[in-house]
């Protein structure tokens, strides 16, 4: 996958993101795209538990092979949390390509109650495992754009 390719694919994980944020959810957005670059599926945010890259990743598993989601690519608008990560993994995604990282998150959300942000880079939950799982991110020349949809969505 491209830097093109990876960065179109988190403008596309962002329009899930700003549709969830519309509908009442967590601004957060994600996409599975396939070893041909073709988008496969897209999980927007649900709530505190429910995030975006975890039931992506959960749903994927149900659908696809594990070897076949080795070769495709998980695309998220922010770092993904210990949980997420973890989903990704267990799942066997083998790539990981977010655009702003988790630290940016915990500014925009401060200490708010529905996203107690961890600071737990993903890149040092999915070294701790036994899978090398390719790591893309952050992309600060996109990083604005992907964050207005935060910026007033956690001062409610």
């Not at 998150?105 to 495992?129: C, F, I, M, W, Y």
Request: hydrophobic content about 40%; proline content about 5%.
């Amino acid at each position: 996958m491209t830097r093109d390719q990876m960065l179109a694919h988190i403008r596309a994980a962002n329009g899930v993101a700003k549709s969830a944020a519309e509908h009442g959810h967590h601004p957060f957005g994600a996409v599975l795209v396939g070893p041909d670059d073709t988008v496969l599926m897209r999980q927007g945010n649900i709530d505190t538990v429910h995030h975006a890259e975890a039931e992506l990743a959960r749903r994927a598993a149900a659908a696809y092979s594990p070897d076949f989601l080795w070769s495709c690519t998980l695309v998220t608008t922010a770092e993904p949390c210990a949980m997420c990560a973890g989903t990704l993994y267990w799942a066997n995604i083998g790539r990981l390509v977010y655009g702003f990282e988790e630290t940016t998150l915990l500014e925009l959300t401060g200490d708010h109650a529905e996203n107690p942000t961890l600071n737990l880079p993903s890149r040092k939950v999915l070294a701790s495992g036994q899978k090398k799982i390719e790591i893309h991110g952050p992309f600060p020349e996109i990083e604005k754009e992907l964050i207005a949809v935060h910026i007033d969505f956690w001062r409610q």
